[in-house]
């Protein structure tokens, strides 16, 4: 499973960081790193809505606080 999240000024400065460092806890402790993997890229066009995460192709977005619930419903949920 392919989950880009967006680095670019505006995500980062919404936390960006934030969310990479707890999806790689949360992908480390739930044994999927063979099964996960996080991308970072540039820009996905959604500034206005918070931090931009994409699973495979499908585009969320988030907030740090969001983080963990996000991964249990849309990535645990999904492999």
Request: with cysteine; net charge negative.
């Given at each position: ?26 992908v480390a402790q739930n044994?999927?790193?063979g099964k996960v993997d ?42």
């Amino acid at each position: 499973m392919k989950v880009t999240i967006c680095i670019g000024s505006a995500c980062h400065l919404k936390g960006s960081r934030e969310i990479i460092e707890k999806l790689q806890q949360l992908v480390a402790q739930n044994g999927l790193s063979g099964k996960v993997d996080l991308n970072g890229s540039f820009c996905s066009g959604n500034c206005d809505h918070g931090v931009c995460v994409t699973v495979e192709d499908q585009l969320f977005s988030l907030k740090p606080e969001d983080t963990e619930e996000f991964f249990n419903n849309e990535i645990l949920g999904r492999v």
